[in-house]
């Protein structure tokens, strides 16, 4: 009965690969996102889609390219992987974004490059 | 530019004592503030929330107030117990941003000894 779930859990590879991680949520939420916690424990958004739309586009590098395939799904693809991409990466997701409503959220993936 | 500010990155608390987390804001704009609990290895989950328009909502042993003039919230735990060791995070938003974004604080950690 697992909410909002992440795939990978652990990720680790070799600077200059290109991944991608998986985000599916089964709330029937119309919201999702992408945050990014670094090293420093910030919790910082760097994407939000609605109902497949891109809402937010927080000055993310264009290497990092999210997909949404339907509004259940909000895949994030990571092209040439650079060292500072090591973080935790949490999808979170809610019943409309810009509004009231508490975001819920995965238990993220730890990205580490070497 | 730290919009959200949680100053103590660690407090320590008996059990069956209360236990006080504090926020702080800079944006006036923020109209919803939500606390968030973190266990290790797991994404946040959504504890208690308010928004501007009350100064205090309470969820059985969670009780947050709201003082908009100083800009500032608090998260009570009353009676706090082993299982509430966690890290809580601060996040705020307002109701017309686009798309949801939160801004979180840096979160504390909380340690409750039996």
């Known amino acids: 009965d697992t909410a909002v779930s992440q795939t990978p859990k652990y990720l680790v590879t070799q600077m200059g690969n290109d991944k991608s991680i998986k985000c599916e949520q089964n709330l029937g939420h119309d919201t999702m996102y992408w945050y990014k916690q670094d090293s420093k424990k910030f919790l910082k958004i760097m994407f939000s889609?609605?109902?497949?739309?891109?809402?937010i586009n927080e000055t993310v590098p264009n290497r990092f390219s999210p997909k949404s395939p339907d509004k259940a799904h909000l895949n994030l693809h990571i092209n040439s992987l650079e060292l500072g991409d090591s973080a935790v990466y949490f999808c979170?997701?809610?019943?409309?974004?810009?509004?009231?409503?508490?975001?819920?959220f995965g238990d993220g993936t730890r990205l580490s490059i070497l | 530019d730290q919009q959200v500010k949680q100053n103590s990155p660690s407090l320590s608390v008996q059990e069956g004592r209360i236990s006080i987390l504090n926020c702080d804001y800079t944006?006036?704009?923020?109209?919803?503030f939500l606390w968030y609990k973190k266990y290790p290895a797991e994404g946040p989950t959504f504890l208690i929330s308010?928004?501007?328009?009350?100064d205090k909502n309470e969820d059985g042993r969670f009780t947050v107030f709201l003082n908009k003039s100083a800009k500032h919230l608090s998260l009570h735990i009353v009676p706090s117990q082993p299982g509430d060791s966690a890290v809580y995070f601060c996040?705020?938003?307002?109701?017309?941003?686009?798309?949801?974004?939160?801004?979180f604080g840096q979160g504390t950690e909380l340690s409750v000894k039996p």
């Open positions: 889609y609605n109902n497949k739309e891109l809402i």
């Open positions: 308010i928004s501007s328009i009350k």
């Open positions: 979170a997701s809610s019943q409309q974004g810009g509004s009231n409503q508490p975001q819920h």
């Open positions: 944006n006036s704009m923020f109209d919803y």
């Open positions: 996040a705020a938003s307002h109701l017309y941003n686009q798309g949801g974004k939160l801004i």
